[in-house]
């Protein structure tokens, strides 16, 4: 009872101070509502500035509007109690006023706040139900403005539910509507409410991709309409700034990082310039960079524009940046996961635990607005991954601790002990070294002698007849044989392997096997850069064509040759004609 009397009171001191209010023009009301509307979505403050003056009116109506959109933007601001209770003096004086077709306006207008309230506060069941109900009004008066935004905000309630096909049917009405009626809008709501629902179908076909990344045609459709979003955006700056976004997340789903970034950074500029109040979008728009520079693994940098949506957060703790905090601060963890910080990768995973923990109903309804790559199970699941994997580190590094001491004491024990028995062991591996090179030195010495020995046989003739012979067998490629070796050659140019020896080392300056190994190798090469169906061999088959009998020994000459496996080489080349 006393709750009433002080509420009874206070509605009295409400209306008594109605009497002594400005009297609006309706030229001076209508430029007053229709402009804090529209920026209801852009700058709230100053949107309640606008309210703030129709509220001043001494008329019922007047009052009741500016209240109603007060009660919005209290919403907007997550002070439920503010809106209610602005939503209340709103209905009161909405009472006051007698029947008429502008009372009916209004009060679909304040039932269209009161759904937009309940959005807010995700009763997506009974924000539907206002929609509905104000919707029959407005047909009841024949508003088609309103009419077309009750049947919008009916499309956002069903996307925010999964219905996504449901949203793209009702907005696709909504656009058709909206032509019907072009006589109707000046050229500054045509403009807006055409570049407002675009950008809604854009949004809805982007949430479609992400929840079945298979279909392409998806996130094509949501290109088109982002960009259809743009180019009616000349009177409302929040829907270029959204759908340029937006484009840029399209860019970052078909990991064209790139083009992401470039046009992200691009948004961010264009908020900079404006004086609006973008704290959102600006706040996402430094997520979605730091997930670019994250997946094109520059750590640094994504921890620079991560470290940025934590500040924004802590600047101003509104459920409208959770969903960002979280995620960049799980990406922080990732990051010094990798860094090899444990210490680090645990304090940010805990941060974003607790406030997943904090928000776990506001986020259920809102898993899509992370990165389509991390699932809300996901999520929960890498953050308890490495705070798991700081505990064992910690218990496992206080044992290693131990262990260490234990080891370093043992060492310098054996260190001591072997010190002497090491210089001896040394003093002897040399004297071993030093009698292996004198005796390699005189084999070769020995080797060399007999072949001098034996070259003399050979007249200039000969030896410019078997180097005529060899490039002959060189250009039929026999070498590519598996039977051809150093014996098989001296048959073919009916020479001997000492011969052989000799005019390889003077002729060409490599030993039998060093230059057939190349030519092998050359031919493999050549054939991966010019023949398409060479490349689809494995390398067994690859190896045997070039004449090696074993794939291993094939792949190790390989290697030394280019640096690469045959599998590397091989999709190198691939990747270059594809670019």
């Known amino acids: 009872m006393r709750k009433l009397l002080i509420l009874v009171v206070l ?63 209290f919403q907007i601001k997550g002070d439920s109690i503010q809106s209610k209770k602005n939503y209340a003096k709103a209905v009161f004086f909405l009472n006051k006023e007698k029947n008429s077709i502008e009372k009916l306006k209004i ?65 696709k009405k909504v656009l058709s509507l909206i032509d019907r009626n072009i006589n109707q809008y000046d050229e500054k709501q045509y403009y807006s409410n055409k570049s407002t629902n675009n950008l809604h179908l854009g949004w809805y076909f982007q949430k479609k991709y992400q929840n079945d990344v298979s279909k392409k045609n998806y996130l094509d459709s949501s290109f088109f309409y982002y960009e259809k979003a743009i180019f009616y955006s000349e009177y409302s700056l929040i829907n270029r ?74 600047s101003n703790k509104n459920k409208v940046h959770v969903v960002n905090y979280i995620g ?63 505990r064992s580190e910690f218990i496992l590094g206080t044992i290693l601790k131990s262990i260490i001491i234990l080891f370093v004491l043992v060492l310098v024990f054996l260190l001591v002990k072997t010190y002497r028995d090491k210089k001896r062991i040394i003093a002897k591996v040399n004297l071993l070294i030093e009698e ?13 002698s007999e072949i001098d020995k034996k070259t003399i046989l050979i007249s200039g003739e000969e030896e ?24 098989y050659l001296a048959k073919k140019l009916k020479t001997n392997t000492t011969y052989l020896s000799y005019i390889f080392n003077k002729v060409y300056g490599k030993t039998f096997s060093v230059y057939y190994n190349e030519l092998r190798l050359d031919f493999v090469i050549n054939e991966i850069i010019n023949n398409k169906k060479f490349r689809e ?14 794939a291993d020994s094939f792949t190790i000459s390989f290697k030394k040759k280019t640096g690469l496996t045959p599998f590397q080489f091989i999709n190198e080349i691939k990747k270059r004609e594809f670019i």
């Open 537 to 550: 061999y494995s390398t067994q088959a690859i190896a045997e064509s070039a004449g090696y009998k074993n």
């Open 464 to 487: 410019d007849e078997i180097v005529k012979k060899i490039n002959l067998v060189n250009e039929k490629q026999l070498y590519l044989k598996q039977e051809f070796n150093q014996q």
């Open 436 to 448: 292996s090179k004198n005796e390699r030195n005189k084999e070769e010495t020995i080797k060399n």
């Open 107 to 171: 009060q679909s207008y304040l039932i269209n706040f009161e759904g937009l309230s309940e959005w807010k506060r995700n009763n997506y069941l009974k924000s539907l139900d206002c929609f509905e109900k104000g919707e029959k009004i407005s047909e009841e008066i024949k508003d088609t403005f309103q009419i077309i935004k009750f049947m919008g905000n009916k499309a956002l309630i069903k996307s925010e539910i999964g219905e996504y096909n449901s949203a793209i049917k009702i907005t």
């Open 241 to 314: 700034i959204n759908a340029e976004k937006s484009i840029g997340i399209n860019f970052l789903l078909k990991d064209e990082y790139d083009k992401a970034l470039k046009l992200l950074k691009k948004t961010l500029v264009l908020i900079n310039e404006d004086d609006g109040d973008y704290k959102a979008e600006v706040a996402n728009i430094n997520y979605n960079i730091g997930c670019c520079y994250y997946f094109k693994r520059k750590r640094l940098e994504s921890l620079a524009y991560f470290k940025k949506v934590d500040s924004l957060y802590h």
């Open 11 to 73: 509605f009295s001191n409400v209306l008594a101070f109605s009497q002594n209010g400005k009297v609006l023009s309706d030229k001076e009301y209508y430029s007053l509502q229709e402009e804090s509307r529209r920026l209801i979505n852009a700058n709230i403050d100053s949107s309640y500035i606008l309210a703030d003056k129709i509220e001043k009116s001494n008329k019922y109506l007047h009052k009741a509007f500016a209240l109603g959109i007060k009660s919005y933007i």
């Open 328 to 390: 960049s601060n799980n990406y922080q963890a990732k990051i010094y996961l990798e860094l090899g910080n444990l210490n680090e990768a645990n304090k940010y995973s805990k941060i974003a635990s607790e406030e997943y923990e904090k928000n776990t109903e506001y986020l259920a309804n809102k898993k899509n607005e992370l990165i389509s790559r991390i699932s809300s199970k996901e999520l929960q699941n890498e953050m308890l991954a490495i705070q798991k994997k700081y």
